[in-house]
């Protein structure tokens, strides 16, 4: 017997056209299966329009206990857990079948990998990284969608419909859109990276590497955040990320954008300084809208982890990029001792750092052309 949806609330007080667009969407979702429960929490939360698409993207087919996984799959359900928190999902409730056969497939290929000898920490350790690199994707993706379907006017029914036309669309291009991508990043790191003897007589490749590091930021950006409104600072963020994106080419690499910073990092420290030079000129050609940059290197050793690198280093040439002045690259003593022609350095004072026990010795970087 159909639900009488009105009598449960789920109308609320809509009139008209969008009265008869939900009571229809709640009556399709019904007969694909969906419980009341689910339906009544859809509504409370304004994502029923969304339902349908989240129903595609999840798929039909057996359900799975977490336990049943870890059993057909080999797959310690402890492991499991580990797995599902470091991609930054949460854990299903207890006894709950939850797990579809691609969630039964991934864990297959985690028994493959580990039995192929990857250690459990460092397949954790990627699980994370791949989490929030994909939570930025899926983020991205879900507000250009969003944007690009939803038209003014709309009942829930026509917004559910689109939705889900748009995601059948795209669905297919999103995997083969993810892999092109990683394997590009895959041989362009390939390209930089090294082993050497001792790693090969060692076994590992972990460890300390010399590098130079660099931070650039927006001035005066929390007096912008006072000023802007959420559409024009996310537009100044995005913008930063472009530029940064675009001045990091081989051998540079952009490892992270943090609000109005980019971390930049490079084993060739002329290249990095070159790049740093490049993201104030750009800044600079965004005209007198755009905020002004500033940045700060340090060389030294660093440690790669999970993507990102950690270490004095890294530390160091944040603090340098909060001494700089808008418009001005600083760099420690390192990275201007490493610098090779193309380049004109002039001693800006030895500072103190916070954290930074002893003064650092600061100088102003620019192109040979431009002091001459």
């Keep these: 017997m159909p639900t009488d949806f009105e009598a449960e609330g789920l109308l609320g007080d809509l009139e008209n056209e969008a009265r008869e667009a939900r009571l229809q969407l709640l009556r399709e979702l019904e007969k694909d299966g969906v419980p009341l429960d689910e ?7 304004d994502r029923l329009a969304l339902l349908p698409v989240e129903r595609f993207i999840e798929g039909s087919g057996q359900r799975y206990t977490l336990d049943e996984v870890a059993e057909k799959s080999g797959v310690d359900a402890d492991f499991l857990l580990r797995l599902r928190a470091a991609l930054g999902i949460a854990p299903p409730d207890p006894g709950a079948a939850y797990a579809t056969e691609a969630d039964l497939d991934a864990a297959k290929r985690m028994r493959s ?9 460092g397949i954790v350790e990627n ?23 939803l038209q003014a006017g709309d009942t829930e029914l026509e917004a559910a419909h689109r939705y889900l036309d748009a995601a059948k669309a795209l669905e297919p291009m999103m995997a083969p859109a993810v892999e092109y991508s990683l394997r590009l990043h895959l041989r362009e790191q390939l390209r930089q990276a090294a082993v050497n ?32 409104d959420f559409e024009q600072l996310g537009s100044v963020t995005s913008r930063l990320a472009e530029i ?21 990092v490079s084993q060739d420290n002329d290249a990095l ?11 600079e050609s965004e005209g007198e809208d755009f905020p002004t ?44 001792e490493a610098a090779k022609d193309g380049f004109e350095f002039s001693f800006a004072g030895a500072r103190r750092l916070k954290g930074v026990e002893r003064p650092v010795k600061l100088f102003r970087v620019r192109r040979a052309d431009e002091s001459a």
Excluded: W
């Excluded at 339906?39 to 939360?45: F, I």
């Excluded at 003897?197 to 912008?224: E, K, N, P, Y």
């Excluded at 990029?321 to 600083?330: I, M």
């Design 39 to 45: 339906l009544r929490a859809a509504v409370e939360e």
């Design 273 to 283: 300084l070159e790049a740093a030079l490049k993201l104030l000129d750009a800044a």
């Design 113 to 121: 990998l580990l039995d192929a000898g990857l250690p459990e920490d």
């Design 244 to 264: 940064a994106r675009d001045c990091a080419r081989p051998p540079v690499r952009l490892v992270k954008l943090i609000g109005d910073a980019a971390m930049l």
């Design 293 to 336: 940059l500033r940045a700060g290197l340090a060389r030294g050793d660093v440690v790669g982890r999970g993507g990102d690198f950690y270490g004095h280093t890294v530390n160091l040439a944040s603090r340098i990029c909060d001494y700089a002045y808008p418009s001005s690259v600083l760099c420690d003593e390192a990275a201007q």
């Design 197 to 228: 003897a001792a790693a090969l007589s060692s076994g590992t490749i972990a460890g300390a590497q010399t590098m130079t590091a660099c931070f650039a930021d927006l001035v005066d950006f929390t007096r912008l955040g006072q000023t802007l």
């Design 127 to 149: 699980s994370r990284v791949m989490g929030l690199a994909m939570a930025q994707v899926a983020a991205t993706n879900n507000a250009m969608v969003g944007e690009a379907m």
